[in-house]
């Protein structure tokens, strides 16, 4: 039986926080959101064959909310349990509120665009990626040709970035942290603003993560991480984004500013 993408998720994140102490905490916990995330796909994916609701990039529909609300006091009490102390906190919070408040709080953080600030966003729409994702696959999306700085699907900042083999090269696309959609961008420009002068668009990279690269911008400051497939062919995209702690740490001293948060406010 093949395995499914968070298996896979799971497996090279057990790998990698065995392999990088610094990065156990927030790996563990991760694995932990997986796992729900996994199975809410799932239970979706089971109760997809009973509505003809149309999917949409806006909200969820009625009928979603309503699984959703089931569902969520589930991962409320995991990240109570198991979640780092910016969270847990936010967490316990929202498990004593009105639970006839989470649709309006659900479809706000979906509709929400911009980079979020406020745990309360992060912890919500780490809950939603697998809905997201999951009404994505189902959506008519057409990726080839695309170079937006925006994601075709939520119109979010990419999270980050991948590169994979491509003749003698490597092509270069996006990822959406929210949806996971990935879509083809030119090498040499910023995902942020555009700017296409190779001089003002430094790339960094570290010893110890070396198929990991830091597209930085001099212009509006900001960078994406890249994870370079033709160098480790092993990597995921979202697991060892969120594993190179250090390289956010890196660029934030040297004046750059992540272009937008991974799920996990990282």
């Known amino acids: 039986m093949a395995i499914t993408p968070w298996q896979r998720r799971i497996r090279r994140a057990e790998h990698l926080a065995k392999q990088h102490a610094f990065a156990a905490e927030i790996l563990g916990f991760y694995i932990h959101v997986a796992k729900f995330q996994e199975g809410l796909y799932q239970r979706l994916e089971r109760l997809s064959a009973d509505t003809s609701s149309p999917p949409s990039a806006d909200s969820p529909s009625d009928e979603d909310a309503a699984e959703l609300v089931a569902s969520f006091p589930q991962f409320l009490s995991l990240v109570e349990q198991k979640g780092p102390s910016p969270l847990a906190p936010v967490a316990h919070h929202l498990q004593a509120s009105d639970l006839n408040s989470w ?81 083809d961008f030119r090498r040499v420009i910023c995902p942020g603003c555009g700017e296409e002068d190779h001089a003002k668009l430094p790339v960094y990279t570290a010893e110890e993560l070396p198929y990991i690269r830091v597209e930085c911008c001099d212009t509006c400051k900001t960078y994406i991480k890249t994870i370079d497939l033709t160098k480790n062919g092993l990597a995921d995209p979202l697991v060892d984004e969120l594993a190179s702690v250090p390289l956010n740490l890196w660029a934030q001293e040297h004046g750059y500013a992540k272009l937008h948060p991974n799920l996990l406010g990282m």
């Open 103 to 183: 649709p309006d709080l659900f479809t706000e953080c979906w509709t929400h665009i911009d980079a979020p600030t406020d745990p309360q966003e992060f912890l919500v729409l780490a809950f939603l990626q697998p809905y997201v994702e999951f009404t994505r696959r189902r959506a008519p999306l057409k990726l080839e040709g695309s170079t937006s700085l925006l994601c075709p699907f939520c119109n979010r900042k990419p999270a980050g970035g991948v590169l994979r083999q491509q003749g003698d090269g490597g092509r270069r696309s996006l990822l959406c942290g929210f949806c996971l959609t990935e879509w």
